[in-house]
Nanobody, 124 residues
């Protein structure tokens, strides 16, 4: 079993930046897909960005050029650097993981293990 713990959420003004972190604890496999998903009030969950153990990222169109997903394997930590934030980025952000070789399709379908989330609020 794996536990995912997110941090780094907060409130910033539009145009600002935030960096989210997710540390994995427990049984972690060498091949994986990990990522960030978000859910705004009254909306369905959507994929933000995923990355596989080889470091190949995939982004939602709405965040391309503004968000960067990265990982520190030595620290079992996943990051999401968010820049040029917009009010529509306001949501609960969740870290997720699955033991897969590649992330194919998982930005849409989701992953298997989930953190409890960290809240991001962007004011205009």
């Amino acid at each position: 079993q794996v536990q995912l713990v997110e941090s780094g959420g907060g409130s910033v003004q539009a145009g600002g930046s935030l960096r989210l972190s997710c540390t994995a604890f427990g049984n972690i496999y060498s091949s994986y897909c990990m990522g960030w998903f978000r859910q705004a009030p009254g909306k369905e969950r959507e994929g933000v960005a995923v990355i596989d153990s080889d470091g190949t990222p995939e982004y939602a169109d709405s965040v391309k050029g503004r968000f960067t997903i990265s990982q520190d394997k030595a620290e079992n930590t996943l990051y999401l650097q968010m820049s040029s934030l917009k009010p529509e980025d306001t949501a609960m952000y969740y870290c997720a993981a699955a033991w897969l070789t590649y992330c194919n399709g998982r930005l849409t379908d989701g992953l298997d293990y989930w953190g409890k989330g960290t809240l991001v609020t962007i004011s205009s």
